[in-house]
């Protein structure tokens, strides 16, 4: 595909984690997203490919934007930046984007309580969109998910949420499939913490009434595959979500990032940016 015209009225984007699988698509979907180009591309120090052209990197041709290992100089002069890393790193991001009062587009999945506090904290000075998925069909699907689980009486219907990813992902279970418990959860009036149900081993005993499930799968180069399955008595509601490309994230946080230009500070979901907040 071939790049968009870039001028001086586009948003300029810092991508972190640039030599990574999510940094490299980025980079390149950037370069092919009208509105926007890469104003800088950052990665941990020590990094082999610091030095290196970003774009080259990313398979997306030469942009003249050295990849650097300096955030706070990379945020200077920059309108966002879009964060697809690991939540240590996502924090201190979230600290440095506050700083510079830009937007923060987060991504990472396996965040703690303590690191969704303090990314959320950030929103009093940054623009801050973050989701456990970025994608417009996962965030709909989530939508479907919480008016089946308030349609459906959590007596007679239990919820299983399972999802696979390859071999490589780190966190478990993903950050999707706890969007969906979150959807699900909040169809029933529930908290999430007081009903998942994450690991079943050995002699477990009766399922319990009202509980969501989570069962996790490990393997060869699958994006991410997620089910909610919604089962009763002689009968069964699957809702499903296959990714294919991990671009359709990407395309999904350059999108947030976007949108969050011209907000006024604060903490946003996608659910925000596509419009299907409540």
Same mark, same amino acid.
């Given at each position: ?163 696979? %990813? %390859? ?73 499903? %979500? ?37």
């Amino acid at each position: 595909m071939l790049s968009a015209p870039k001028t001086e009225t586009d948003m300029k984007l810092v991508v972190v984690g640039a030599a990574g699988r999510m940094g490299q698509t980025l980079i390149r979907v950037i370069g092919e997203t009208d509105g926007v180009r890469l104003h800088a591309a950052v990665e941990r120090e020590g990094s082999p490919f610091l030095g290196k052209d970003a774009g080259e990197l990313a398979g997306a041709g030469f942009l003249g934007v050295p990849v650097t290992c300096d955030p706070l100089q990379a945020f200077l002069h920059a309108d966002g930046v879009v964060d697809f890393t690991s939540p240590a790193g996502s924090v201190e991001f979230a600290g440095l984007a506050a700083q510079a009062r830009i937007v923060h587009v987060v991504g990472t999945t396996g965040c703690a309580q303590a690191d969704d506090e303090k990314i959320a904290a950030a929103g009093r000075h940054a623009r801050v969109v973050k989701s456990g998925n970025m994608s417009l069909g996962v965030n709909l699907l989530g939508v479907l998910v919480e008016q089946a689980a308030r349609a459906l009486p959590p007596t007679g219907w239990d919820i299983e949420i399972v999802e696979m %990813h %390859h071999k490589h992902k780190v966190d478990a279970p993903s950050g999707t499939a706890l969007l969906l418990g979150e959807f699900a959860a909040k169809g029933r009036d529930v908290a999430l913490s007081a009903q998942s149900v994450r690991v079943r081993d050995g002699h477990t005993g009766a399922r319990e009434a009202g509980t969501i499930g989570f069962a996790t799968l490990r393997g060869g180069s699958v994006v991410g595959d997620h089910s909610v399955v919604l089962a009763g008595e002689g009968e069964m509601i699957t809702l499903s %979500h296959s990714a294919r490309d991990r671009t359709i994230f990407a395309r999904g946080g350059v999108a947030a990032a976007l949108w969050a230009r011209d907000r006024k500070p604060g903490f946003y979901s996608m659910l925000d940016v596509l419009g299907l907040s409540n």
